[in-house]
């Protein structure tokens, strides 16, 4: 077990953030997408603080049911985040932006989980929040080519129509983008 709730702020590690997105932001993206006649869509990212890389060395005792017994006192040294290091989520927020910034997407001042990629006429629109992820984009084929990089990179959940997000429920139509958040109130 990483046991990351025993480290020392400033002496085994720094900041501990993950960029979430914010709802002010996600609503305007809903509104765009509506306005634009975008179809929003949604993946998820599979085990998403393991896709995060460590950049200095960490150690971790042996987990319960895994131990060595020629070798009880041996600790691991960790080449991933596991969930309970700290620094996990801030760790894989820097892999998947850099992943996208490498991919020329750009990312937003004022929200910095949201993330644009323009190309002539055509844009994308893509929206993080720890390991889920909306997107639209002008063409549907763009859609397709977003999913196959990022499952070409990480392990994601398929594609699929948005249809909850950050305790809303949406419903998609040719009449407009219709939400509700009779589960978050619940």
């Known amino acids: 077990m990483a046991k990351g709730y025993n480290k020392e702020e400033s002496i085994d ?14 609503r305007l993206l809903l509104a765009f997408s509506c306005m634009s006649g975008f179809k ?13 890389i460590i950049n200095e060395e960490v150690y971790v005792e042996q987990p319960p049911g895994f131990e060595d017994h020629q070798h009880p006192n041996h600790v691991y ?4 985040a596991l969930y309970g290091h700290k620094q996990a989520p801030r760790q894989w927020y820097e892999r998947i932006s850099n992943f996208l910034l490498s991919n020329s997407y750009e990312r937003e001042m004022i929200d910095k989980t949201l993330f644009i990629k323009k190309s002539n006429s055509e844009i994308i629109l893509v929206q993080i929040n720890v390991d889920d992820i909306i997107f639209c984009a002008t063409k549907d084929s763009l ?17 699929e129509e948005l249809s909850f997000f950050l305790g809303l429920q949406v419903k998609q139509s040719k009449d407009g983008i ?5 589960k978050y109130c619940k």
């Open 13 to 26: 590690y720094g900041e501990t953030f993950a960029s979430v997105a914010r709802l002010e932001v996600v």
């Open 40 to 52: 929003l869509f949604q993946m998820d990212v599979k085990s998403v603080f393991l896709n995060g």
């Open 77 to 80: 040294k960790l080449k991933k």
């Open 143 to 159: 859609c397709e080519e977003f999913v196959v990089v990022m499952q070409g990179e990480f392990e994601m959940f398929m594609m």
């Open 178 to 182: 219709f939400l509700c958040q009779s």
